[in-house]
């Protein structure tokens, strides 16, 4: 896996609208506040031909003109770490125009974003070993204090707060610093209290802070059993492997295209368990199930070592006895791995940050989560 280096104080952020620009408000006010805080806070920005376009059907511009931006961008010299402007609903269409071979050779640099963005955060790993990142857009560090989750991201795109660890030739970390060891870069990302429902975000007020009405609880379980009261201190729920995903919306519509490798890159690392890492937007509990149901029967879950599943925007909205739990379970239960589900991160803010492609050890005991994520 090629791992992006950290964007430097001083550095260059180039904003891209692959999917939804910033053209009308709220968004284009509140993208107008984050450019406005970036530049304070000492950032370069290079401000693409597609942020405050609205061209496109379900995205910002042509599907070529997207793909353009989102080549030229990604490629330049001049921007060192690339944020997308907003989420949307086709992405799905710049894709043929993007040269992924080409993006596999160029210096490899971090894209932040997410929802309909995982047209590119998913195959920059699948299709080119490179990490992403999936977490907030552009729009929402335009918030005057910001949620520690959007601190927690600012971290992971800058380098601040990650450690070292060693490891041996066997992959097991060892204390010892000497002799053949690997020195790994990690960071540790630990889940939020709250959540908010209904945001408080419209013309009036394009940047609120979260409303966070809601007490997080996540569920626990070992296949489709509910191990949650099972768990002591000793024993949290822990999953560890290479960790892929994102929006379920996107990749049910990847799965079977030219675009699917990914078996291939199962294959790739077949000597690491892969975890998986869902959320959804638009789906209800029937579509959740037939994705994954689409996703396990095309191989995808092959090797699995686990599911980190996040909040669905749909949540707590159960149709003909099934629940979001059970859309889960019903499918995959049967690899009998570690599930975490309602998990910080998706549509209902607030979200951990997401290295994704990145090698995961992911712990869980009542409803704190803790993901490590080793640079290697």
């Not at 992405?91 to 971090?110: G, H, Q, R, T, V």
């Not at 955060?121 to 699948?126: A, E, G, K, S, V």
């Not at 560090?141 to 380098?159: M, P, Y």
């Not at 029937?286 to 092959?302: H, L, Q």
């Amino acid at each position: 896996m090629r791992y992006p280096e950290f964007l430097n104080n001083n550095g260059s952020i180039g904003f891209v609208a692959p999917s939804f620009g910033c053209a009308t408000k709220p968004y284009s006010t509140a993208f107008n506040m984050a450019t406005v805080k970036f530049m304070e806070m000492g950032y370069n920005l290079i401000v693409g031909p597609n942020a405050y376009e609205s061209k496109g059907i379900g995205i910002s511009n042509t599907p070529d003109a997207c793909a353009k931006e989102l080549m030229d961008m990604y490629l330049s010299e001049d921007t060192d770490a690339l944020i997308s402007c907003g989420g949307g609903e086709l992405m799905c269409e710049i894709l043929e125009y993007l040269d992924f071979n080409k993006l596999s050779k160029a210096k490899p640099k971090f894209f932040l974003g997410y929802s309909d963005n995982t047209n590119f955060t998913f195959l920059q790993n699948i299709l080119t070993d490179t990490a992403s990142i999936y977490g907030p857009c552009a729009g929402s560090f335009a918030a005057f204090k910001w949620h520690k989750s959007l601190q927690d991201t600012w971290d992971v795109l800058t380098g601040k707060g990650y450690e070292t660890a060693y490891f041996d030739a066997n992959g097991n970390i060892t204390q010892n610093k000497s002799g053949n060891v690997k020195a790994i870069k990690y960071k540790k990302i630990s889940g939020y209290p709250d959540f908010e429902l209904v945001s408080l975000k419209n013309e009036n007020n394009p940047a609120p802070e979260y409303n966070l009405t809601e007490k997080k609880e996540l569920k626990l379980y070992q296949g489709d059993r509910d191990i949650k009261n099972d768990l002591s201190d000793s024993m949290k729920l822990r999953i560890e492997g290479r960790l892929i995903g994102g929006c379920m919306d996107c990749l049910a519509n990847i799965l079977g295209t030219s675009f699917d490798k990914v078996g291939e890159f199962i294959d790739k690392y077949k000597n690491e368990k892969i975890v998986w890492f869902l959320e959804s937007c638009d789906l209800n509990v029937f579509d959740i199930r037939r994705a994954m149901w689409r996703m396990d029967n095309a191989g995808w879950f092959k090797n699995v070592g686990g599911f980190i599943i996040g909040r669905p925007m749909h949540f707590n909205e159960s149709m003909m006895n099934l629940d979001q739990y059970k859309a889960i379970t019903g499918i995959v239960g049967k690899y009998n791995v570690p599930i975490i589900m309602d998990a910080d991160f998706g549509h209902l803010s607030p979200s951990m940050p997401i290295i994704s492609g990145s090698y995961v050890k992911v712990e869980a005991i009542g409803n704190d989560i803790d993901i490590f994520y080793y640079l290697r």
